[in-house]
Structures are given as structure tokens and as C-alpha cells.
């Protein structure tokens, strides 16, 4: 099983930064690869980032359109942690983040309990 923890959330202005982290614990030799979801109230939840191959070197990362050049995923595989880096943040990305680990064995996702973030003009 796997485990993940985000925080980093907020209330920022628009045009202001905020770095998201992912905790991840558990078997974490079953993850193939992480994400970063977000949802608003009434609508499916979207992809945002992921970071892919990780049980095959190099891993790569992808990222929705509406945040290409804004957000940036990372990690610390040392410590197991996931980040997502927002900067020049607008009133659309306000949303609950959440975090996501996909892995070889079921239940195969794995999610966080979310984050809010929310973007003030």
C-alpha cells in the first residue's frame, strides 16, 4: 500500500507562487509513476502534472496546457516527497490538488487527501 500526504496550500494573490508537496509512504517500489490532480466543486477532477517512468529511468514529466511555463514537478526521491511548484498563479487554478501515485499491484491508485489552494485577485 501507499500513502500520501499533501500540503502547502493557501489563499495567494494572483501572480503570487506556491509550492505543493506530496508525502509519499508505503511500498514505494510499486510506483510507476505520480500526478497532480485538481478539481473545483461540480467538475471532474483534471490532470495538472505527472512525472512518468519511474520504475524506468529517465523519468519524464508532462503538463496540462493551461499550466506549461507556470508549474513545475519535481521530486526527492531520497525523501520520497513530490512537488509541485506554482508560480504566476491566476484566478483560474484555485482548486482542491491532489496528489495521485499509480502502481503495479491494486488497487493500482492511490490518492491524497487533497489541498485547497485558492487564488485571490
Known amino acids: 500500500q501507499v500513502q500520501l500526504v499533501e500540503s502547502g496550500g493557501g489563499l495567494v494573490q494572483a501572480g503570487g507562487s506556491l509550492r505543493l508537496s506530496c508525502a509519499a509512504s508505503g511500498t514505494m517500489a510499486t510506483i510507476t509513476s505520480m500526478n497532480w490532480y485538481r478539481q473545483i466543486p461540480g467538475k471532474d477532477r483534471e490532470l495538472v502534472a505527472r512525472?512518468?517512468?519511474?520504475?524506468?529511468?529517465?523519468?519524464?514529466?508532462e503538463y496540462a496546457d493551461s499550466v506549461k511555463g507556470r508549474f513545475t514537478l519535481s521530486m526527492n526521491r531520497a525523501r520520497n516527497i513530490m512537488y509541485l511548484q506554482m508560480d504566476n498563479l491566476r484566478l483560474e487554478d484555485t482548486a482542491v490538488y491532489y496528489c495521485?501515485?499509480?502502481?503495479?499491484?491494486?488497487?493500482?491508485?492511490?490518492w491524497g487527501q487533497g489541498t485547497q489552494v485558492t487564488v485571490s485577485s
Open positions: 495521485k501515485a499509480d502502481t503495479i499491484y491494486y488497487p493500482y491508485e492511490h
Open positions: 512525472i512518468l517512468s519511474l520504475l524506468s529511468p529517465p523519468a519524464s514529466t
